[in-house]
């Protein structure tokens, strides 16, 4: 018997006929004897749902300003779909109660709409599992110190889960999810992309990061941090497929690397066309530029990607970094507003036609040039680098967004991963 | 400046057009320099969804069994139209913040579905008045001393609004609906039913309980007992109404019977079909008999409205009583089941076709003959009476269902309903 955590993603509780399935699937981890954790996102559709009323209501209003009530707001979907599992298991003959993130209660930072936990009380949890209830923790939110609600943002259900996991020292955590496991990279743009049994969690970091939407990425820091076994699976396996088939099924996210099995060098091509790149061109090079151009930025709430400071010619140099698209227009308009009258650089230009494609692999750490070979498959390809960024497990390139599924495609075939690994 | 209390029903916030056009309304009573308290229902339609979608995931289990889950669930719709509210006043200038049931707290029993308000903290309330802001409290909910989310039933959220106005002392309760106040009978049964201007509370209450679907009678009850000063009125007007015109509109429900300006016998005529009649015949005439039949009725969580016992004969009587006709097949079950092997009585008859019209009017408790002139009207209509029950300030008569309409304009124009009072 052990203590075992799931977590279900949107559409995995999308509809009844989806709940009634996962109420079955708990209720056979149940009967096998393990103590039970369940951790329901809203239903697919619902957060959308209501942040669109949200949006009606206050169109030219920054969300900022009324994020506490926006977290008011979004926290009830999730609180639905809780206690709508609680009476599905209820009706398959199993005790179980759902707690809000505030009973439980999950203790966060008022970071409204994006809040990060601070600590979990699972006095309450503990004693519902030695009194053989199934317990349904309400995901994506918490309660901060003042008494208010508050959320962890996009995808925080998964970090929800993970951190009853560590708190509750589980087992191990299943995600369920609409997709069967982890990829070397996304199916629909290499269909000889192959599932990884495991993967690091420090690989599945950069993968989370890149856009392999798979989990959230704070929920992979975490589970690193605090040694959260982590497997993600699918929801949509029968749900009475035999309990041992599906404990190994899906991908394991290590922290222990040998238990990495699979020694390729690299692991997967991540890609992400969510960014713009912004060049400031023209900077005189003194010390604090970088802090500046970027602090001004950050100062209006841009998260920047990668950073490019090119080598300085007659005393000035261009500085260039990616944002998310959705910024693009913000930030150039903080740049030339702000910037660049105090900073006498020359011009600020801009390209959202970018893309972004990365390889990642715990491997590339006691391989040497692996990215040169990146390098080469992409101009043997024809496609010209604009910025390159590189970390400890990860190389990325930025590319022309046309470029994209042509680079990931060489790039996954050049590192043999449509083979199974040696 | 005073301080003043909101309610709006589900309709009223049934849009994010009406939401914003509640929140200009709002705003109107905020800027004339009130310190407002709102309390809003879900949007229309939101709880029957919610409800629904329990009901499809355990079609054969009593909901008393999962009703924890059930107020987790449906206390969700009236969290979400708060802070849409909260929303919509600021993106109108004005500042506001929404508090969830348990957040203000509202401290109720642990009733699941029809928890009774015990106390209302308003410290945190007060202090947001007191720093300018609209106070929005979520209504229908609170929260029990084992910290569990419960609900207040149908129609919750008026009895929570006067609650609120009763523990802040406010100068008035307006519950704005989708009508413009209280009629002396459904005009959609006479087309001449006047609005009243007043009402007595004592009024309100029989026809509250009569179907007179305006307010919840348990906020009838409570504005009753702690003299709360209660305005039924339209949120369907232009929320740019003038507010003096605004606040002497709809209909006042006063407690002191001096205000009751219009000096009429009977102010109202009543009605419902939502009842059920049912008979056990030949029970032996011994003490205990009703507690015998009653008491296992109400074990059954059946409530008992119109109770008749005939005279004895024989030492046999009859013993008749109406139910909510959704509890119809439960209460016979359970008298054919449990009562009638045990009573030695003869046989449990009943009729689904019935309905009870009453007259109310708080005049009729120093005036004699009220409750025969209504015979006689009955009478003269051809109209068998079936049962006969009377309080102070009401008569009722249980009819056959097909003569309601009838029974009911015969009694408005014999009153003199039609007619302005003197």
């Known amino acids: 018997m052990a203590l075992i955590v799931h977590k279900y993603g949107g559409t995995s509780m999308g509809s009844t006929e989806r709940i009634r399935h996962v109420a079955k699937r708990v209720a056979k981890w149940a009967r096998a004897g393990h103590q039970m954790v369940v951790v329901p996102s809203a239903m697919s559709g619902e957060t959308n749902r209501l942040l669109g009323l949200a949006k009606e209501l206050a169109p030219s ?97 998964d970090t929800s889960a993970v951190a009853v996991a560590a708190a509750m020292k589980a087992e191990e955590c299943l995600i369920f999810t609409d997709v069967d496991g982890v990829y070397t990279t996304d199916p629909r743009v290499v269909p000889e992309a192959r599932r990884l049994k495991t993967v690091s969690f420090e690989e599945m970091l950069e993968m989370a990061s890149m856009g392999s939407k798979v989990l959230q990425i704070r929920s992979v820091e975490f589970a690193g941090k605090y040694k959260v076994k982590l497997r993600v699976l699918s929801s949509f396996t029968p749900w009475d497929i035999d309990i041992n088939e599906e404990a190994a099924s899906g991908t394991l996210i290590t922290f222990e690397e040998d238990e990495h099995m699979e020694q390729a060098i690299v692991s997967g091509i991540a890609f992400n066309r969510d960014e713009a790149k912004i060049s400031v061109l023209g900077v005189p090079d003194t010390p604090g530029i970088a802090y500046r151009i970027l602090g001004a930025v950050a100062d209006a709430n841009v998260e920047v990607d990668v950073i490019i400071q090119n080598l300085s010619k007659d005393g000035k140099t261009d500085f ?25 650089a020359q011009e600020v230009v801009g390209d959202t036609k970018i893309c972004k494609v990365s390889i990642v692999g715990i491997g590339m750490r006691s391989h040497v040039g692996v990215a040169s070979k990146m390098f080469r498959v992409l101009s043997e390809e024809g496609i010209n680098i604009q910025m390159i960024s590189t970390s400890e497990i990860k190389t990325s390139v930025v590319i022309d967004e046309k470029y994209m599924e042509l680079a990931v495609r060489a790039l996954h075939k050049a590192f043999d991963l449509d083979q199974p690994p040696v």
């Open 320 to 344: 260039s970094f990616t944002v998310n698209r959705g910024d693009y227009a913000k930030a150039i308009d903080v740049l030339k507003s702000k910037v660049l009258p105090s900073l006498g």
């Open 61 to 157: 209003k920054a969300t900022d300003s009324y994020s506490r009530e926006l977290d008011m707001l979004a926290s009830t979907g999730e609180q639905a779909s809780s206690a709508l599992l609680a009476i599905a298991l209820q009706a398959e003959g199993m005790e179980s109660v759902s707690y809000a993130g505030w009973q439980v209660p999950i203790r966060t930072n008022s970071a409204h709409t994006k809040a990060r936990i601070e600590s979990i009380d699972d006095t309450k949890v503990r004693a519902d599992l030695e009194a053989g209830r199934v317990v349904i923790v309400t995901g994506f939110q918490g309660l901060d110190e003042l008494g208010n609600i508050t959320t962890l943002g996009r995808g925080g259900s």
